[in-house]
């Protein structure tokens, strides 16, 4: 049986060597706990940083979403509020029709402040077609400027929809076509109030009478544009908890794969202080003495 050669320069590297390691395990362990982080440079887990990569880039995407959420429930808010003004005012409008209607009860005078009335909701409805949300025409589709309709009920804006990403594959409009409400030019509600107008400034009993079936319609069609928005928030609303919802999750993830546990750190910490001691006090027994050892 063959019995290899031990020599004390062998003893001595290896020794050092097993110090050195030791040394090196305390570093990590002491940065670990500075950091409160497992993974501080791509070589300490290669693979987990893949995977930290990876999730740091989806929770960004779900913050947008939700930031996006946001933004487009903002935009469908201004536009549930405002249309809800506008069936009141179109509503109004019907009534004064009626009103007008009953010639029996009414003279020409009541009609003509009938009149005035009308005008004064076609002004209020030109103003709420004219809504904004951060400077931009709620019903002005994609145009730059800052109105959707002029003051003679021409629509203005510039076709095409504002819409909102609010998940992966979901995109949201977040604006009404004002034209899908209030109409274009001669077949918007601005004209039916004019027609209204005039026909109870005339005493025209048969006009006033279409002008209440038109504007029972129109306020048909807002009430119709309405409960489409509405439709849109709730669907907004739950994209928005979704996408919140993820990203919490995945910070959570993140966390796990990034984030040292203290306590466990610690104790490990503690372990190899402990052995790092034990290997100094072996170290100093095996290693050869010197002269001055020896003349002591």
Known sequence: MAIGRVTQRMMTEGSLANLQRSLGRMA???????????????????????????????????????????????????????????????????????????????????????????????????????????????????????????????????????????????????????????????????????????ALRSGDSAGITASIDVLRARENTVVGARAAAGTRYQRIELSAQAADDTKTSLSNHLSTIENADLAETTVHLKLQEVAYQAALGATSRVLQPSLLDFLR
């Open 28 to 198: 990590a362990l002491q940065e670990q706990l500075s950091t409160g982080r497992v993974i501080n440079r791509p070589s300490d887990n290669p693979t987990g940083t893949t995977a930290a990569m990876r999730i740091r880039t989806s929770v960004a995407d779900q913050a947008q979403y939700v930031r996006n959420a946001r933004d487009g429930l903002g935009w469908l808010g201004q536009v549930d509020s405002t249309l809800d003004s506008v069936t009141g005012a179109v509503r109004r409008a019907r009534d004064l029709a009626l009103q007008g209607a009953n010639t029996g009860a009414m003279g020409q005078q009541a009609r003509d402040a009938l009149a005035i009335e009308v005008e004064g909701v076609r002004d209020q409805l030109l103003g709420q077609a004219n809504a904004r949300y951060l400077e931009r025409p709620i019903f002005g589709g994609v145009t730059s400027g800052g109105q959707a309709y002029d003051a003679t009920g021409n629509w203005v804006g510039v076709a095409g929809a504002v819409n909102r990403r609010v998940a992966d594959d979901v995109v949201v409009q977040v604006d009404v076509d004002g034209r899908t409400v209030f109409g274009d030019g001669a077949t918007s509600v601005f004209a039916e109030l004019d027609a209204l107008a005039t």
